[in-house]
């Protein structure tokens, strides 16, 4: 429909907030039960884009309902990508459930398995699980770079060296040139401060055309793995044997 259209169009101009309101307003008036479960599902990720992660909660709850009665896994498996990062970014995902990402595998979406691998690499790194935060940000990058998403592959090998107990210091000037050309500064600025986190030495500087990129307003809200703050600054809240 036109308001279906509006709504990703809207979401591609970077207008997130009027994106999930045509999402919402395009589910009122969906025709069909698919139709506007599909809709619901997309509002939740244009909330997410929006940082309203409180309403991205609540909306998770209504498109799960409305999906229920499709039985359509592509969009369960997205419904529950987004819950788990929603429930990381407000800091409620207490462990990681390696089990999720091989669930959304079978529907053969293997972006959104990299994208769930990252959310539950990044709860196992919060929680001090650093061998199993290695081994899903280590799934994701394969993915990534198996698609040709070489930019998105940046954040989970960032991951990966700030796992590891010994970070192989080649590997991570390589990154450290990828991460400098990365064109997408919510992405880039995650990954270098992750690998400021692994190898301060090699991290690349976090330039002013980044942030200035980001709301001021979000810097302070984690993002997939850290918040912009976090990045800046390289002090995150960690729990478990490598807490602090």
């Not at 619901?40 to 244009?46: E, G, I, M």
């Not at 690499?121 to 799934?139: M, N, Q, T, V």
């Not at 600025?189 to 001021?216: F, N, T, Y």
Request: include cysteine; glycine fraction near 6%.
């Amino acid at each position: 429909s036109l308001v279906v259209w509006l709504a990703w169009l809207r979401y591609n101009e970077g207008r997130f907030a009027e994106a999930a309101d045509l999402h919402a307003r395009a589910a009122r008036m969906a025709a069909d039960p698919g139709t506007r479960a599909g809709s619901l599902t997309s509002r939740v990720n244009a909330l997410m884009d929006r940082h309203r992660l409180d309403g991205a909660r609540e909306a998770v709850q209504e498109a799960f309902a409305a999906v229920a009665p499709t039985r359509d896994p592509a969009l369960e498996a997205r419904l529950l990508s987004m819950q788990r990062s929603v429930e990381y970014r407000l800091g409620v995902a207490a462990a990681p459930d390696r089990d999720i990402p091989d669930l959304i595998g079978q529907t053969d979406n293997r972006n959104l398995e990299a994208f769930s691998s990252v959310t539950e690499a990044a709860i196992a790194w919060r929680a001090g699980r650093l061998d199993e935060a290695h081994s899903l940000a280590s799934r994701a990058a394969r993915i990534y770079l198996a698609l040709g998403m070489t930019h998105r592959a940046c954040l989970p090998e960032a991951l990966r060296l700030a796992s590891s107990p010994s970070p192989d210091i080649a590997e991570a000037r390589g990154l450290a040139k990828r991460i400098a050309a990365c064109p997408v500064p919510g992405l880039a600025i995650q990954a270098a401060g992750l690998l400021a986190m692994a190898v301060p030495d090699l991290a690349p500087p976090i330039p002013d055309a980044w942030l200035a990129a980001l709301p001021r307003h979000t810097w302070a809200i984690r993002r997939e793995i850290l918040s912009v703050e976090e990045a800046l600054y390289r002090r995150v809240e960690r729990r478990g044997k490598d807490g602090s």
